[in-house]
């Protein structure tokens, strides 16, 4: 991990503390720093694995969306650890992006009557690192999916969330949990062969 990275990431994790011990103040940097991720996590999936969405919903508008959702957790929640904080973003743009895929893509939603190549977006049937080939054929599918993500035992969502949705590297991903590398590779596979299962088939 790069330096400025960590440097983000030991300033996020205070700013964290300061949310736990009471500091309503802290909420906005929380925010602000999860603005720009969040920013870049859904530019990413709406290119990839969700294209198909890119033509009904804007980037910044699932961003606001997100957003809005993170900032109503915050009010309720305070993550313990950087981590846990990450998981908690990526779940927002999972939501949001299940939730606009209905509206857009459900029975009464105009892009289901909008010509297209038949499939929708969401997730790659080999779940892989960075693999966005093969999206699912049908909404359902994809809410499988992401259900299934959020079913995963705790270690394996937390490197699922941030490798797949957060981008992260296993480097990266180990020094924000604290663990080896190994240990994130052996998640990692875990993970995927989970999600294999969940959706009826084999990891490649």
């Given at each position: 991990m790069e330096q400025s990275e960590i440097g983000a990431t030991t300033q996020l994790a205070n700013w964290?503390?300061?949310?736990?011990?009471?500091?309503?103040?802290?909420?906005?940097?929380?925010?602000?720093?999860?603005?720009?991720?969040?920013?870049?996590?859904?530019?990413?999936?709406?290119?990839?694995?969700f294209s198909r969405l890119a033509r009904w919903e804007q980037t910044d508008d699932v961003l606001q969306h997100a957003l809005i959702r993170?900032?109503?957790?915050?009010?309720?929640?305070?993550?313990?650890?950087?981590?846990?904080?990450?998981?908690?973003?990526a779940t927002q743009i999972r939501r949001t992006l299940l939730d606009?895929?209905?509206?857009?893509?459900g029975p009464e939603g105009a892009a289901n009557h909008?010509?297209?190549?038949?499939?929708?977006p969401g997730l790659p049937r080999?779940?892989?690192q960075q693999t966005t080939s093969d999206e699912p054929e049908t909404l359902t599918e994809w809410a499988v999916f992401h259900e299934a993500v959020e079913n995963l035992?705790?270690?394996?969502?937390?490197?699922?969330?941030?490798?797949?949705?957060?981008?992260l590297t296993h480097v990266e991903t180990a020094h924000v949990l604290g663990v080896t590398e190994r240990t994130i590779r052996r998640r990692w596979q875990s993970a995927r062969f989970l999600l294999h299962e969940a959706?009826?088939?084999?990891p490649e």
């Open positions: 964290l503390e300061r949310h736990r011990n009471g500091d309503d103040s802290a909420k906005a940097s929380i925010i602000a720093h999860a603005c720009d991720r969040l920013r870049v996590l859904a530019s990413k999936m709406l290119r990839a694995s993170l900032h109503r957790s915050l009010s309720e929640l305070q993550p313990e650890s950087v981590a846990k904080f990450m998981g908690l973003s606009l895929a209905r509206h857009h893509f909008h010509h297209s190549d038949g499939h929708l080999r779940i892989d035992p705790t270690d394996e969502k937390q490197v699922f969330s941030l490798v797949w949705y957060e981008g959706m009826g088939s084999a």
